[in-house]
């Protein structure tokens, strides 16, 4: 009989086998480690990682990680890579054993390219041409998705004794007769008809006949062909000229100087030409400022607002506090109260139109429930949360704009509006959910305002989008937004600069919106992918801004288009507001920049001189000493109100010319 009892003791007294551990990783190689994808792609990444003497190692675990650009497109956890917008996205992989051991990390580059060109738009569609006349047309090429691109465009005439085109899209009519002209770019095609008829024109004259203007200023200059018998001659479309080219000169004979001077403009038809004189001289419109008030502050401002009663403010933080100010005294703003809450940045505060309520936005809170908070503003000085909203949007709420009752806000984690019912404070709840493309990898709505009925989304990659939300163009609603018009430009293209300094995967976007008029303001917020210290100051974690200030034309809210254009040198545009002929903008480490935007606005904006004013939010003994970071602005009343996040708030005023010093 075999005793168990002593074996058993001696096994357990045999010292127990270590896990075989897993080789230490030496190099991790992603595959494929470059490669180009077009807009809308997935491509699907996988590691190896090996030993030391080359050997594989197995069994790993690996997170996917990606940086520089998030709107290009996104990595999931399995590696699977969804691209977004034109640019690039860097993915890295931190790999290790399973068993144990330190990581080890792999890269990729994803390039991002546009879709093919699909369709062409040309500048204009010429249907008539009188025999001996030319002019150029353009025809610019896009992708299904609206993405400019920039295939070479190729031109054919069916009948060049009729018409001619050149490469250039030159067309020469010839003899009388009817052609047809095609451009193509990749497999995209357009073609317009063209009928040429005998030419009756004799003579060609400019109106006015002389012209002086400042510079900004636009003058609609008008073409008069007649035949030998003194009769007008309809439907002649002459090719305008301008010399120097300090400025602009369109189609339908709109001039625009950027600098004094004395300007030739030109018109050409059929051989002849017409010529008048424009002088030019400044805009002249710098005026002085005056600083009325400080509230320094040591902690990260955000943004600011004003109540409706003028006395009492509330400015947010890059943090988890919202201050209330009082503002009975300009020169000496007191704060009075706080509304403490769960999230590292309070973005975005807004009331109603009576001051009664308010919301403001929360992003990265503990509990990861973001959405917003619902405010009493019952007591301005003191306002009290009274409820919140987070079903939907508990990824975050970046910005908001209250609007009739109805709170429309950007959900951080789908990229969408929401839209909230307050008219019962105490009880929000979501009556609508509209966004552009809920499969687009990146695509993110940043800002919203709403005017007359309809919202102007600034929503990144996408552009300016226009919604009917109650103005009854397209029938819209609070509870059922439609889609007015979408303007959508080459983000890449415009700041090729920022990505020739931080590298690919540069971070820009469409960010902002204000209308005012015809015109919507619509501003970029530009930062470099990897910020460097000889860029200057700007924003903690990510260097300067850059950014350009579009101006879109919305006589016709069915067919946005950009006419004029505002970019500072020392800053980027972040938010804005305009009062009046008056445009007021945060212009991060710009400080405060204030336009004149009277009149009808074309062209090049800075180099016009429109700028009234500039302040330099800098502060000695601000967050980050003598560096501005001016974000946004409010004005009412003669006061400018500026929330600076290094140096906190800021009241200025614009004096009279007249208090210029000689």
Known sequence: MVHLLPLLTLLQQQPASAPAKSPAIAKVTVEPAEVAVEVGDTVRLRVLA??????????????????????????????????????????????????GGPPATGFARITVLPQPAAKLVFDQVVSRLYAGQSLVVSAVPFAMNNDRRYDQVLWKSDAPAVVAVSTTGRLSAGRPGKASITARAGRATASFAVTVVPNPVTSISIAPARAAARTGDVIRFLFHARTSTGQPVADVTPEWGLNPGNGQIDTDGNFVADVPGSYRVSATFAGKMAEVTVEVRPRDVRRPTTLVGRLPLRFPAAEFWLHPDGRHGYLSTIGDRMYAIDLSNPASPVITDSVVVDARTINDIMTTEDGKYGVLTRENASTRKNGIVILSFEDPAHPKPIAEFTETVTGGVHST?????????????????????????????????????????????????????????????????????????????????????????????????????????????????????????VGDEVFSARPRRTEGGGVVGLGRAYGRLHVIDVSDISRP???????????????????????????????????DVSGELRGDLLRQDREIAHVVTGDPSGLTPNAPNAWGAIYRNGLIYVPDINSGLWIVRVEPKSELVP
């Open 401 to 521: 704009f209250i609007y009739r009752g109805h709170v429309y806000l950007t959900d951080d984690a789908t990229g969408s509006l929401r839209v909230i019912d307050i008219r019962d404070p105490y009880k929000p709840r979501q009556v609508a959910r509209w966004q552009t493309r809920p499969d687009e990898a990146g695509n993110s709505l940043h800002d919203v305002d709403v005017k007359d009925g309809l919202a102007y989304l600034s929503y990144w990659n996408q552009g300016l989008v226009i919604l009917d939300v109650g103005h009854g163009v397209k029938g819209g609603s609070p509870e059922s937004p439609q889609l007015v018009s979408q303007y959508k430009y080459d983000l890449n293209s415009l700041y090729r600069e920022v990505e020739a300094v931080g590298g690919p995967g540069f971070i820009r976007g469409t960010h902002t919106a204000w209308r005012a008029g015809k015109y919507v303001f």
């Open 50 to 99: 090996a030993d030391s003497s080359g050997r594989p190692v197995k069994d790993l675990a690996v997170r996917w990680f990606q940086s520089g650009g998030y709107f290009e497109g996104r990595v999931d956890s399995t590696g699977l890579v969804t691209a977004g917008a034109t640019g690039t996205v860097a993915v890295s992989a931190v790999v290790s054993p399973r068993a």
């Open 561 to 595: 288009k950009e006419v004029a254009y505002y970019e500072p040198k020392d800053g980027g545009s972040h938010n804005v507001w305009v009062a009046g002929d008056t445009l007021y903008m945060g212009d991060y480490q710009g400080g405060l920049r204030v336009l």
